[in-house]
């Protein structure tokens, strides 16, 4: 029998980006917030940059992949049936921990794919609706950038100046010049001067994806989260939830969850939100099963877990004679190029992709192929042929715009199951024919502006596995309860207490990252429960 707590005014499950914005926002206007996280904070020194071995710990206990990491918060992930393998991270602030912190904003098209493009949907609402929760959200955690970006509307100030670009960048941005292409320094979720409370601006150590011990980077554990605690959020850490229990009325009533003694503990909500990601938030959906829902929550339209979509990746790496700071900085925070971004017919396929400028890493990440994956043989050339690569390559991150299909799926695998006995989620994922043009027209171009900027020798991974780090769409935001699970403020169409503010409700996924725009909705979110709570009670 589960231990019962008291009732919280909303209960949220998972804190991570989503739900640390939305927690905080909630908590400083009164509302009593209790949120369930299965991991717990990780301490800044227990990042592997205090470690001399921090590239053998990037390999290991903090890989991005959960089945590699295999720390006892993870839970595994059947995805042999995936062209690509999930980042999933599980602590407080979620995968911001395990974070490059790039941050740029979908495009106003991107909420009018249908109209505009006649495939997918159209979102419930417009780019001029969020915006303002955009910008709140950038005064809040603060931004290094430069206003002016052609390729989007004018946007508020950036917080801090951007980050520099150093030789790595100058170099690229060369390339760029020549060929006549749109580039700009992107908008980074790191700070570039002092802002906030007990951070320090960017030293430039890099890289940001295996935690930051100067509270630089913008990630979720050193912004919403502390605040959020000190508006009186009750945060629980180590704990796993099974299920989202229903009451007879069908509405949502709580979560079973699992201590970190491995006792069944419950806890009530008038209200519940889900902020466990792309794959995490329909598992639990599908999980909570009960005479009101057989097929899984919320779940009466069908499309818990539908549509998930990744971002296509492919991965260019330029080596270059002159030796270049491109070990020296955030990773993947500098400049980025929407040249390629919206539909144009005479390419062969719809919407289009982004290119992000990324860094090298260490020097054992150099030897076992780089970013881009090619090893440096073995044997007596090894020395020559790492000398040539490290601290002399520029890599480009060349991500796809997905398109939502129901075929690519997470579903509950009938077998696999962490280690309290919840079924692991299953993905079912390939690339549709337009993704595969995408990605063909995406490497000529890394080639050519690669080769336009001075490359001698170029590096090709056409389709890039361990880049699922976007996990969306896999419980759609839309009007029609028959095609969608939750409505334009992320409120289950089938019950009126839950929420999902995750980037499951992703209606289409744009072709930039979407940490922004995932905040932005929670944010927007929490100013509707307010709004509305007690019709919601």
Not at 85 to 106: D, E, K, Q, Y
Not at 113 to 140: C, F, H, I
Not at 376 to 390: K, N, Q, Y
Request: proline letters at 7%.
């Amino acid at each position: 029998m589960a231990q019962t707590v008291d009732v919280a005014d909303v209960l949220v499950v998972g804190a991570g980006a989503s739900s640390a914005a939305l927690s905080w926002r909630l908590a400083s206007r009164g509302v009593q917030v209790t949120c369930l996280e299965q991991g717990t904070w990780i301490q800044p020194e227990s990042f592997p940059h205090t470690h001399a071995d921090w590239e053998i710990h990037r390999l290991t206990d903090f890989n991005a992949d959960p089945n590699v990491r295999q720390r006892p918060e993870d839970y595994p992930v059947e995805n042999s049936e995936s062209v690509f393998a999930p980042l999933m991270f599980n602590a407080v602030g979620g995968s911001t921990i395990h974070w490059s912190a790039h941050f740029p904003r979908f495009h106003p098209s991107d909420f009018r794919v249908r109209s505009l493009d006649g495939v997918a949907d159209d979102w419930p609402l417009t780019y001029q609706e969020l915006e303002p929760y955009y910008d709140l959200n950038d005064r809040e955690i603060g931004v290094s950038g430069l206003v002016g970006d052609p390729a989007y509307p004018d946007k508020s100030e950036r917080q801090t100046p951007p980050l520099p670009i150093g030789t790595f960048g100058e170099t690229i941005v060369s390339g760029f010049e020549k060929l006549g292409w749109h580039w700009w320094p992107s908008d980074s979720a790191i700070i570039s001067a002092p802002f906030g409370e007990n951070r320090l601006p960017c030293n430039l150590c890099g890289p940001c994806d295996i935690g930051c011990t100067r509270a630089s980077r913008s990630s979720a554990d050193v912004t919403y989260w502390p605040r959020a605690v000190r508006a009186g959020v009750r945060l629980i850490t180590n704990a796993r939830v099974r299920e989202i229990t229903v009451g007879s009325d069908g509405r949502a009533q709580g979560a079973l969850y699992y201590d970190g003694n491995g006792r069944l503990r419950e806890q009530r909500g008038r209200i519940v939100v889900m902020a466990c990601n792309g794959i995490g938030t329909p598992r639990l959906l599908l999980n909570s099963r009960s005479r009101h829902f057989p097929d899984g929550l919320a779940n009466r339209s069908g499309q818990v877990g539908k549509n998930l979509m990744y971002h296509p990746v492919a991965a260019v790496g330029g080596v270059f004679p002159r030796e270049m700071d491109s070990t020296i900085g955030p990773i993947g925070a500098s400049i980025l190029s929407h040249q390629f971004y919206e539909t144009d017919e005479k390419r062969g396929f719809v919407r289009g992709y982004m290119i992000q400028l990324v860094r090298q890493s260490g020097p054992l990440h150099t030897a076992l192929g780089g970013y881009v994956g090619h090893r440096v043989p073995w044997g007596s050339d090894h020395h020559r042929a790492f000398g040539e690569r490290f601290g002399h390559m520029i890599n480009l991150t060349l991500m796809c715009e997905d398109l939502p299909d129901e075929r690519n799926e997470v579903v509950l695998d009938p077998v696999l199951t962490d280690s309290n006995g919840i079924p692991a989620p299953r993905i079912r994922y390939r690339l549709d024919q337009n993704s595969e043009r995408m990605l063909d027209h995406a490497v000529a171009s890394g080639r050519e502006l690669l080769e336009a900027a001075g490359a001698t020798s170029v590096q090709v991974t056409r389709v890039l596995r361990p880049s699922g780090w976007h996990l969306l769409g896999t419980a759609r935001m839309g009007d029609d309860p028959n095609r969608s699970v939750v409505d334009r403020w992320g409120r289950a169409h089938d019950v009126p207490n839950l929420f999902i503010i995750d980037g499951s409700v992703f209606v289409t996924s744009a072709a930039v990252n979407p940490t922004t725009t995932i905040q932005a909705l929670a944010l927007r979110t929490a100013d509707h429960i307010v709004a509305t709570r007690r019709d919601l009670n």
